[in-house]
Nanobody, 129 residues
Framework: QVQLVESGGGLVQAGGSLRLSCAAS????????LAWFRQAPGKEREFVAR???????????DYAASVKGRFTISRDIAKNTVYLQMNSLKLEDTALYYC???????????????????WGQGTQVTVSS
């Protein structure tokens, strides 16, 4: 079992930045994919970014087109934590942001919520004008 706890959300003006954290416990994240999703009111949950966590070798990071170039996903192996650095925030980035994980030995990009087994409780990001 993997437990995920997000933090770092808040209220920020358009153009500003926030960094979200997702701390994992229960087991190490070796051979897991970690992803960020978001869900705005009245909308479906959508993929934001993901990072792989291989036992060895290079890792992969991928982004939704809407956030590419503005958001960066990263990991701290020692802290078993994944981050989402969000810059140049827009009004449309307002949503509840979730961290998700799945055990995966491949590098296949998975962007559907049902493909992930573990979820955090979410952290709210609100961008104001």
């Amino acid at each position: 079992q993997v437990q995920l706890v997000e933090s770092g959300g808040g209220l920020v003006q358009a153009g500003g930045s926030l960094r979200l954290s997702c701390a994992a416990s229960g087991r190490t994240l070796s051979s897991y994919h970690l992803a960020w999703f978001r869900q705005a009111p009245g909308k479906e949950r959508e993929f934001v970014a993901r990072i792989t966590w291989p036992d060895s070798g290079a890792y992969y990071d991928d982004y939704a087109a809407s956030v590419k170039g503005r958001f960066t996903i990263s990991r701290d192996i020692a802290k078993n934590t994944v981050y989402l650095q969000m810059n140049s925030l827009k009004l449309e980035d307002t949503a509840l942001y979730y961290c998700a994980a799945r055990r995966d030995y491949t590098a296949v990009l998975r962007t559907t919520p049902t493909e992930y087994d573990y979820w955090g409780q979410g952290t709210q990001v609100t961008v104001s004008s």
